[in-house]
């Protein structure tokens, strides 16, 4: 990534311009990269993390809210 001054001739810059470059504003300021199409694995590993990411959400829903709460209440 680069930092760029003034992108594009203007103060704050963003999104993908001609589908090859993308301008975007970080904490450190604005950075301008070359354009990458994400893709989707499925890789044994991908998958299996996957389906234990989706029981991990589906037992969260079955708590019962003052559990879900009271962790909240720790965590935050």
């Given amino acids: 990534m680069s930092k760029v001054i003034g992108p594009l001739f203007s103060l704050t810059a963003s999104k993908t311009l001609g589908k090859t470059i993308t301008y975007m504003r ?39 809210l003052e559990y879900r709460q009271s962790w909240n209440d720790f965590v935050f």
């Fill in 26 to 64: 970080h904490l450190s300021g604005h950075v301008a990269y070359k354009r990458t199409i994400p893709y989707d694995t499925k890789s044994p590993g991908q998958m299996a993390m996957r389906a234990y990411m989706g029981d991990a959400r589906s037992a969260w829903r079955d708590l019962p």
